[in-house]
Every structure is written in C-alpha cells, then in structure tokens.
C-alpha cells in the first residue's frame, strides 16, 4: 500500500469538484494531508483547462493521506458515500462532465476488496432507488493541481 516511513497510507476519490471532497476529507481525523489532482485519463500532465475541456478522460479528485490506525479505509469510504449521490452519472450538483464522476481509485487489492463490498453493502441497502454508478478502478499516475485549487475552500473561507 502506498505509504510514507509514518505508517501513513494513501486513498484517492473522485465525487465531483475536487475542491468539497478534499474539504470534507480534511476536517476529519486522521487524515494527514490532502491534495487535488487528477486521475484515470490518458493524457500526461493535464492542466485544469485541460481536464474541464474534456479532452483527458480524467476525473477531479482528491488524494487523502491518512492513519489507519485513527480510522481505516471503510470508514473514509462511508465519508466518501455520504459527501455525494453515486448514482449520479458524471455529475455532481451542477457539475457536469466525466470530470466530475463518482470514482475510488485504489492502490492496493485490499483496498479493491473493501471499496467493492462498501459498495454492494450500500447499493443493498435500500438507500437509493437508482443503481450506483460508481467506478471502482485501479490507481493510475496521479497529476498534482496547481496551488491555487489546493485546500481552495480553507484559502477562501468561503465555508
């Protein structure tokens, strides 16, 4: 699993602007750090204009580093389904376009097995009426976004 020598590991989703979902993910514990980027396109180095361009096949997306021993995978992944609607198909919001999909890159097969069962849990669980289209796809090149979208909301104090 991705890490550094703090025993920190690493998870990366997509759930519409990148800019709420790292929000989110930085107000709670155990998250280490965050970061905005891309990932799942095949085009190297994207920029944003590039991304919102839909030329990429990237989608927005967070980069979470975090203790699993103050929480576990499972539960960012329960964050994660609650902060958007994974039913929605390449939109969040008013946020359209593949950039904007509902994403969980993993990185290790262990996060592939939790991710999967997290969804089939919530798909059974009678909460949605519509499927969820979540993708579930390995881990690819991560591409930073430039500083001014990282922790964009914290800059701005807009929340």
């Given at each position: 699993?991705?890490?550094?020598?703090?025993?920190?590991?690493?998870?990366t989703?997509?759930?519409?602007?990148?800019?709420?979902?790292?929000?989110?993910?930085m107000?709670?514990?155990?998250?280490?750090?965050?970061?905005?980027?891309?990932?799942?396109?095949?085009?190297?180095?994207?920029?944003?204009?590039?991304?919102?361009?839909?030329?990429?096949?990237?989608?927005?997306?967070?980069?979470?580093?975090y203790?699993?021993?103050?929480?576990?995978?499972?539960?960012?992944?329960?964050?994660?389904?609650?902060?958007?609607?994974?039913?929605?198909?390449?939109?969040?919001?008013?946020?359209?376009?593949?950039?904007?999909?509902s994403?969980?890159?993993?990185?290790?097969?262990?996060?592939?097995q939790?991710?999967?069962?997290?969804?089939?849990?919530?798909?059974?669980?009678?909460?949605?009426?519509?499927?969820?289209?979540?993708?579930?796809?390995?881990?690819?090149?991560?591409?930073?976004?430039?500083?001014?979208?990282?922790?964009?909301?914290?800059?701005?104090?807009?929340?």
């Open positions: 699993m991705p890490s550094n020598a703090n025993s920190q590991q690493i998870a989703f997509g759930a519409g602007c990148f800019w709420k979902t790292e929000h989110e993910f107000r709670v514990p155990g998250v280490t750090k965050t970061s905005v980027g891309y990932m799942g396109g095949d085009f190297a180095n994207p920029s944003y204009l590039d991304v919102v361009a839909r030329i990429t096949g990237h989608a927005e997306v967070a980069q979470i580093e203790n699993p021993n103050i929480i576990s995978y499972d539960e960012l992944l329960d964050i994660f389904w609650q902060m958007h609607d994974p039913t929605s198909l390449n939109r969040q919001g008013a946020d359209r376009g593949e950039q904007y999909r994403v969980i890159f993993y990185h290790t097969s262990q996060q592939e939790i991710a999967r069962q997290s969804k089939l849990r919530l798909q059974q669980s009678g909460r949605y009426d519509q499927d969820i289209v979540t993708k579930i796809m390995p881990g690819k090149d991560y591409y930073l976004a430039t500083e001014e979208h990282q922790q964009y909301f914290a800059k701005s104090k807009s929340l």
